[in-house]
């Protein structure tokens, strides 16, 4: 499987605890994104990389939200102290970079998380 | 700010017909509009895209318009099947101002047998 792939698909927590989800791109893909979705919305746009440089931020990643690509590869979206607010699907995606084809987005399956 | 709207919550289309999902967008600098499908408990998976420079791409059974001057796009899938019973974003973006993609809320088909 060669798609974007992410881990874990579901994560139950308890307020107040740390979670971590990651991502692993496609390989020739040198962009990198994260997106939150709740129930009726569409996808919201956090944060873009590209490479291991974290060019975007949206104001929707509070200071409790922290991503990083060490070497331009993986992905770790980490978040702490949660919040009941926090619990949705968090998406990865990728793309390559240049030109219209660039703003193509290729999604993986996605991580709930439900915070209790 | 919503800046992508798709104004139908819902469509219901029986099998063989057209299905036609629209969507609105206030922001006169996108160019570049994407649509994609998701169901339940999984990511959206891209269908076709369009730039601005364009008024019609299409790919197979599905067709996306372009309408600039009305800021107005439309996916059009025919013949619908049940397969394509899944919700339908449509999203934008503006190549010049960054890489983030503004989704709508998305339309729920339902192709019926």
């Known amino acids: 499987d060669t798609g974007v792939s992410q881990d874990p698909r579901h994560k139950i927590t308890k307020r107040g605890q740390n979670v971590t989800f990651r991502c692993d791109p496609i390989?020739?893909?040198?962009?990198l994104y994260w997106y939150r979705q709740t129930l009726g919305q569409g996808p919201e746009f956090l944060t873009y990389?590209?490479?291991?440089?974290?060019?975007?931020k949206s104001r929707l990643l509070s200071d409790r939200f922290s991503a990083e690509r060490p070497k331009g590869s993986f992905s770790t979206l980490e978040i702490q102290r949660t919040e009941q607010g926090d619990s949705a699907m968090y998406l990865c995606?990728?793309?390559?970079?240049?030109?219209?084809?660039?703003?193509?987005?290729?999604f993986g399956e996605g991580s709930w998380l439900t915070v209790v | 700010d919503q800046q992508v709207k798709q104004n139908s919550p819902s469509l219901s289309v029986q099998e063989g017909r057209i299905s036609i999902l629209n969507c609105d967008y206030t922001?006169?600098?996108?160019?570049?509009f994407l649509w994609y499908k998701k169901y339940p408990a999984e990511g959206p998976t891209f269908l076709i895209s369009?730039?601005?420079?364009?008024d019609k791409n299409e790919d197979g059974r599905f067709t996306v318009f372009l309408n600039k001057s009305a800021k107005h796009l439309s996916l059009h899938i025919v013949p619908s099947q049940p397969g394509d019973s899944a919700v339908y974003f449509c999203?934008?973006?503006?190549?010049?101002?960054?890489?983030?993609?503004?989704f709508g809320k998305g339309t729920s088909l339902l192709v019926t047998p």
């Open positions: 995606a990728s793309s390559l970079a240049g030109g219209y084809s660039g703003n193509t987005i290729y």
């Open positions: 390989s020739e893909h040198n962009r």
């Open positions: 990389f590209q490479n291991e440089a974290q060019l975007e």
């Open positions: 922001n006169s600098m996108f160019d570049y």
């Open positions: 369009i730039s601005s420079i364009k």
């Open positions: 999203a934008a973006s503006d190549s010049n101002s960054g890489y983030a993609l503004n």
